[in-house]
């Protein structure tokens, strides 16, 4: 039986509690269709938005004014979302979650015609959205990026190349980031609404990693962006993202406590069931010190989401350090309960399709994206030292 305890702390309010009640039996009664896998992983990614959309789900990826369920991008709905999909299917958490980070610059900082002419269309499924600001040698050091936007009449062409760009071979509209060259380093970013009908958009590669996920690399030669597609001003891209990250980190951690506490209730059940020597594996003490270590990561974990995500909608002044734990511990820690649910479940535990078996495969990526784990530590230590 899955511990819901949470729901009863006190960063909750009742509609996220009835939020987790709905979307927890429109997931049981849809196991099926959220496990159906046709072997390409783009047709079953567009089919999951899809099947989202058409339930109200992605409605939660943009504001009210613009098709949204709550007012603003509420981050404690999105974590509670993710950390139910992702307990039942990595790959719908994944749609959904793009739908989110895909456009979460456009919610917070687009002119009203521009979110009217996407939003909508987002949050029923009908566009599928992605982030753009990834590349071969910019990945952590965003300040980095190399892809230049060059000003012209009426817009901006773009030149350059993006990689690991989640949703790249599928998505209709990306939030791009490019170079625009105001100052050096992160002051000279700037944030921009493409969409992949643009000549000059191209996808280069498709990407094939441990747990199936549309993943590309895309290249812009002379891709024009309009004026009106710029978000905020020109040079505010660095900070744009961050505030975009400083949102969907934690909801990364919810996905990954999605998966530890899929794993915990997977080695709870083949603990009581399984025999060995003669009584159940969770007879063993050393059974027990695994279960134990899963139970405390996972609220662990809990708690510093539900901070985060409080902090964040109840406009905290520290927010950036809080995401940064939250996606830090939940992630390392769900790949450690991971772990050692494959160990109770012996050799079942490495049989490919096996529930634990796909968790394996599935967080470990978590640990890379959204800000690898190191980056965490850097804005959790520069945080500690401004603070002195
Ligand atoms: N919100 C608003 N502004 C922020 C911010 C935030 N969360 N974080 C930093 N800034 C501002 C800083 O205040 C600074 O402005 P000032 O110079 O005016 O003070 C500016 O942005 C540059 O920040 P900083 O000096 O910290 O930049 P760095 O180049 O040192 O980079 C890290 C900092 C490493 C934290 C950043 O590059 C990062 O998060 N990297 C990981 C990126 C990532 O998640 N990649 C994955 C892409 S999505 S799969």
Redesign the pocket.
């Known amino acids: 039986m899955a511990d819901t305890s949470f729901l009863d702390w006190p960063f909750l309010d009742q509609h996220h509690r009835d939020l987790h009640t709905r979307l927890s039996g429109w997931c049981q009664t849809h196991e099926a269709a959220l496990h159906h896998e046709t072997g390409d992983v783009e047709a079953d990614c567009r089919t999951l938005v899809k099947l989202l959309g058409r339930a109200g789900w992605l409605r939660l990826a943009v504001p009210a004014a613009f098709g949204g369920l709550t007012e603003k991008l509420d981050v404690r709905s999105l974590c509670l979302t993710r950390q139910t999909l992702a307990y039942h299917s990595g790959l719908a958490d994944f749609a959904f979650a793009m739908q989110g ?1 895909g456009t979460g610059a456009i919610s917070l900082f687009a002119t009203d015609v521009i979110r009217e002419r996407y939003l909508r269309r987002v949050a029923r499924g009908e566009l599928i959205a992605g ?1 753009a ?2 590349e071969l040698e910019a ?6 990026m190399a892809t230049t936007a060059t000003k012209v009449a009426g817009g901006y062409l773009i030149n350059g190349e993006k990689t ?1 760009i ?1 949703n790249g071979g599928i998505a209709d509209v990306l939030t791009l980031f490019a170079r625009t060259g105001e100052a050096p ?3 000279g970013l700037s944030a921009f609404v493409l969409t992949t009908d643009t000549p000059g958009f191209e996808i280069v590669e498709r990407i094939d990693v441990i747990a199936p996920h549309p993943l590309a690399t895309l290249r812009f030669t002379n891709c024009f962006i309009p004026d009106d597609h710029l978000l905020g001003g020109a040079g505010d891209g ?2 744009i ?3 975009t ?2 949102i969907f ?1 934690s909801t990364v951690g919810a996905a990954a406590l999605g998966f530890a506490r899929r794993a915990a209730d997977e080695a709870m059940h083949r603990a009581s069931t399984r025999q060995l020597f003669g009584a159940p594996l969770a007879d063993l003490q050393m059974t027990q010190v695994a279960l134990a270590d899963m139970a405390l990561a996972n609220d662990t974990s809990q708690l510093l989401i539900l901070r985060a995500a409080w902090a964040k909608d109840n406009g905290q002044p520290r ?2 350090r809080e995401a940064a734990m939250a996606k830090l511990h939940a992630t390392e820690s769900a790949q450690a309960t991971i772990d050692k649910a494959v160990q109770i479940f012996g050799g079942m535990g490495v049989r490919s399709g096996v529930m634990v078996e796909r968790l394996y495969r599935e967080i470990r990526a978590l640990r ?5 784990s190191e ?1 965490q530590k ?2 959790i230590a ?1 945080a500690a030292l401004q603070a002195q």
């Open positions: 980070l982030f600001l990834s990945g952590s050091d965003v300040a980095a690991w989640s380093g992160a002051k660095f900070r993202a961050m505030a990250l400083d980190r927010i950036t890379i994206y959204e800000g690898a980056v850097i804005v520069r």
